[in-house]
């Protein structure tokens, strides 16, 4: 099944943003790195390259949960936009699909610079703040290439 971004907008709004008013996260941030490593290894579970599924994205999921405690810590917008992004980038770079390989996906700095948009705007609705960030993801992972060995061609993630 290919990856699809409205899926993660869901979890995101369910297990990770802000549901109070004032637009804070009622979390610490190692609780709220590990919701949204949740989020984000449960949707690029379902990534496949060339019709062959994602072996490695839940066993990586402490990985990626451990990169963005730092990065949540931060407080600030634009450090954890871009955190969020790299941390993302170091996840899926090596992931296993068969004997694919991931490189690390190439629109990195622009799907920080989404993330970022989408987090600094607390007066936007919760459900368009997941929807630019999942769109955000969901562009970053398209923009990876996973590498089989011959006789196989490299195929992008979908």
Known sequence: MPLVPAALSQSLQSQWLPRDENGDFKDDAAASAQALAGAIADWFGMAMAAGIPCATAAARKGQLQAQLVPVLQSGAAAGAGQGIALAFMAYVAGQSFGPGVAAPPVTTPAAGAAITAALS??????????????????????????????????????
């Open 121 to 158: 705007d607390t007066g936007a609705a919760q459900s368009s703040r997941a929807d630019q960030i999942a769109a955000a993801l969901h562009a970053q992972a398209l923009s990876a290439i996973v590498t089989f060995p011959p006789p196989m061609p490299p195929a992008p993630v979908t």
